[in-house]
């Protein structure tokens, strides 16, 4: 019987063979998979969070997007997503936003799939605190009608917790008016 290990992203060297080799350009990481999916990992900063604080420094949005949906279970890509954000918050001191898209109604399943990636990082430094949104939405019926609907987003804040801005990041993040159409 196999021992099970929890990954410790901390202690995996660039060349390993634990996850897919990447190149980073400007805010973009790209790699490849075995099954021949291009992934994009993009860590760009957005002004869109924070605009009424001018002190916090921009926060950096953080989404993974791929040429095709993957086929199955690929502990590398998970390895490798985790090896490049470890990496972004070891080098930087950023505010990240992650939000789950909803719009193809599997919002809930990527939050909770990140929720388990995140937990491998196992670095006690970096805090995740997450939120519920709702964004109104427009949908056309069968009968060509625009329809209004309430959409709920899964969102989350990954911050050290020495970060010079933690306590007024932390609490925007919390507060206000949960509808924040518009504004993701």
Known sequence: ?????????????????????YQQNGSYF?????????????????????????????AVNFFIETDKPSMGLDIRLRNTVLD???????????IIIYYCDPRDGKGYLR???F?????????????KQDRQVIV????????????????????SILLRKTHKDYEVATKLFH????DKTGKL
């Open 1 to 21: 019987m196999e021992k099970c290990h929890k990954l410790n992203l901390t202690h995996l060297e660039s060349n390993s063979t634990d996850f897919y080799p």
């Open 30 to 58: 790209t790699f490849t998979t075995v099954q021949d999916i291009v992934v994009k990992v993009n860590l760009s900063q957005d002004p869109r969070f924070f605009p009424d604080n001018p002190e916090i420094e921009e």
């Open 84 to 94: 490049i954000l470890s990496n972004f918050l070891k080098e930087k001191d950023p």
């Open 111 to 113: 939050y909770a799939k």
């Open 115 to 127: 929720n388990r990636w995140f937990s491998l990082m196992n670095n006690p430094s970096i805090e």
């Open 136 to 155: 109104i939405d427009l949908k056309v019926d069968e009968n060509e009608n625009l329809i209004r609907y309430e959409l709920p987003v899964y969102t």
């Open 175 to 178: 507060s206000g008016n949960i």
